[in-house]
């Protein structure tokens, strides 16, 4: 039995020496490990963050009625050019019953006024002339005669005073009734003209729909949207993790879904200072002058991006993020250079903005420094038995 033991132990002592010397020889049929190696370039790194928005106009004018109405006719067309002054639609006018009843009877009660004032100035005027003559003769002090003058002379104010009140009542009779008045000319409410020059936008109503007009009370009815289109805005939002790092007067660059392979430049010109919550994270608006777009016609409401460029190196010495390593203990940023073959030695770096693909060198390299992959794959060989 004991004998059996021994020769067991003895067997499974001399297959496991056999097992270690086939596996050293192994090892030592496979082949070194070669690491290739990479140079510096000439990069232009840029730090960016996203923005997403519309291109909208600067300023957008609505232009309104000053009387409420039905559209009689429209005489422009989204798209139209059109000038200050020019003529956008007709209004016409449904009167209030209440309100021409009431300017009905206020002509009449400024007819009555004229005619007593008249009948009063008559009665001044003869009191007046026969108090002249008398002054003439030396017979009234003048004194006497000067209050005489002032009683007539103002018979006469209130009697001019009472045919200009006539005549307005009879204009806003006119008004009330037909929206416009003999005298008024181009400036007749019934006429929507434009205030400011620009493209027509939009024209929300037509032809027989009812409008109201504006006033303190009421912001009135849009008969059309007008704009230069060649003063437009980024106009979107940036998440709340990303405010934090863009200040008014960075440069953007706008790319708009619309148009490919085309990027426009702008200038971001406002930050909201207030957030608002959307989908459970906080935004803040921003909006950004685009610069001279002549050449190219965006259209108001284009969905657009923009990258706010936080940081720009142009043509700068830079390597792959890839190839850099960074001591344990003092977290200082090195690479491996070849000094031979296969031979590498350490050279710490000095660096600067980075994108995460490629980062600024400042110091420690040249363009020419052969850099170890550190880091790269090793092909697995397959062996056929």
Do not use: H
């Not at 923005?51 to 309104?64: H, R």
């Not at 009449?108 to 003769?137: C, G």
């Not at 006119?174 to 929206?179: H, L, S, V």
């Not at 050279?347 to 052969?370: H, P």
């Amino acid at each position: 039995m004991k004998r059996t033991t021994t020769v067991i132990t003895l067997i499974v002592i001399v297959t496991a020496f056999a097992a270690a010397l086939i596996y050293l020889w192994g090892k030592n049929q496979e082949n070194p490990v070669t690491y290739t190696t990479e140079k510096a370039s000439q990069q232009t790194i840029v730090i960016k963050t996203m923005a997403t928005g519309s291109i909208v106009p600067k300023e957008e004018v609505l232009i309104k009625s000053n009387i409420s109405g039905v559209i009689e006719e429209v005489f422009i067309e989204a798209g139209e050019y059109v000038k200050q002054g020019d003529l956008i639609a007709q209004i016409r006018v449904i009167p209030n019953v209440s309100n021409l009843t009431s300017a009905k009877n206020n002509i009449a009660s400024n007819r009555n006024a004229l005619q007593t004032a008249e009948i009063n100035y008559k009665t001044q005027k003869t009191v007046y002339d026969r108090q002249k003559d008398l002054f003439d003769k030396g017979v009234v002090a003048a004194n006497e005669f000067d209050q005489v003058n002032n009683t007539f002379l103002q018979a006469k104010q209130r009697v001019e005073q009472a045919r200009i009140d006539v005549t307005q009542s009879r204009q806003n009779y006119d008004i009330i009734k037909t929206g416009t008045t003999s005298g008024v000319g181009n400036v007749a409410q019934t006429q929507v003209r434009a205030t400011v020059s620009g493209m027509v936008l939009d024209i929300p109503v037509k032809a027989g729909n009812q409008v109201i007009e504006a006033n303190n009370f009421n912001e009135g009815t849009s008969i059309a949207s007008l704009a230069d289109v060649k003063q437009m805005i980024f106009e979107g939002k940036v998440d709340e993790s990303e405010v934090g790092k863009i200040k008014e007067g960075l440069p953007l660059e706008i790319t708009v879904g619309a148009i490919e392979d085309q990027k426009f430049d702008a200038i971001l010109d406002y930050i909201a200072p207030k957030g608002v919550a959307e989908n459970g994270a906080i935004q803040f608006e921003i909006k950004g002058s685009l610069k001279s777009v002549d050449s190219t016609f965006i259209r108001a409401g284009l969905s657009a991006n923009a990258s706010i460029i936080l940081d720009k190196a142009e043509n700068v010495l830079a390597i792959k993020e890839a190839l850099v390593q960074y001591d344990d203990e003092t977290k200082k940023p090195f690479v491996e250079i070849e000094v031979g073959d296969q031979q590498f030695e350490r050279r710490d770096l000095e660096l600067g903005i980075s994108d995460g693909i490629f980062v600024e060198v400042k110091n420690g390299i040249t363009k020419d420094t052969k850099i170890k992959v550190w880091n790269q794959l090793q092909s697995v060989q397959k062996f056929n038995q």
